[in-house]
């Protein structure tokens, strides 16, 4: 056996019991072991992680830990420069299309109405998820830590909340996109595009009330879907996002 010394900052502290946040430990090896696989049985996904320090020297997922190697790990830094340390990805989380698990049908809704492209089906095998977003180089949002572990999955993130609408604030405070935002240019529904439409090319489609009382609509290009101001959600019950 052998013993190492690991830290852990900021977020990548929620997945540690309160004894271990944010203080050095120690952790008994029983084996030879990469440092990706160290990092995981403690209870801290892969895709968490964006920097690891080996006694004070950028590695990789692939470092094979030493007796009494010290240890400090670091989450995704979105918002600094990390040029000069080794990152663990091709590139950073600057593109964002989401896939979600099944737990997460209304943030993937809201995100979509924000103008994010999610992909989210309600009956999702996590083997399904985990190879779309390898094969569409897409973002894992997801409440399971161990869906998270999986090789394939390069980029990914484990959703805090268990409220729809903070779920949202934490997404878009945590992955840095409230730049990206673009309210209504997605379908809630089917993740198809939006696009603005006469009244009168819908008119044969729409209730008496929203006849007489709307006038701006937008209709999707996958579904067709049709939206209209006031409708499904206001915009300013989504401007409230751009203040987070």
């Known amino acids: 056996m052998s013993r190492v010394y690991l830290r852990f900052y900021e977020e990548l502290n929620d997945f540690l019991p309160i004894e ?34 080996a006694n004070g020297r950028s590695v990789d997922f692939d470092y094979i830990v030493q007796e009494n190697d010290r240890i400090s790990v670091y989450p995704m830094f979105e918002c600094f420069d990390i040029a000069p340390l080794l990152r663990l990805r091709p590139k950073p989380l600057r593109d964002p299309r989401f896939i979600l698990d099944t737990n997460l049908g209304r943030l993937a809704r809201y995100l979509r109405l924000l103008g994010f492209d999610c992909l989210y089906r309600n009956d999702y095998e996590d083997g399904d998820v985990a190879e779309i977003a390898g094969q569409q180089h897409r973002i894992v949002l997801t409440r399971d830590r161990f869906l998270l572990r999986r090789k394939i999955i390069t980029h990914g993130y484990f959703v805090r909340s268990v409220h729809p609408r903070e779920q949202v604030k934490e997404i878009l405070q945590r992955l840095d996109l409230y730049r990206f935002i673009a309210l209504f240019t997605l379908c809630s529904r089917c993740n198809g595009a939006l696009i603005k439409t006469s009244k009168d090319a819908l008119i044969d489609r729409l209730e008496p009330l929203t006849k007489l009382y709307y006038d701006d609509f937008r209709i999707c290009l996958s579904c067709d879907q049709i939206y209209w101001s006031g409708s499904h959600h206001s915009n300013s019950q989504f401007e409230q996002f751009r203040r987070f």
Do not use: A, M, Q, Y
């Not at 271990?20 to 968490?48: A, C, M, Q, Y």
């Open 20 to 53: 271990r946040r944010k203080v050095e430990f120690e952790h008994t090896l029983n084996r030879r072991t990469s440092i990706k696989d160290l990092i995981e049985s403690v209870g801290i996904p892969h895709t968490e992680v964006e920097i690891i320090l």
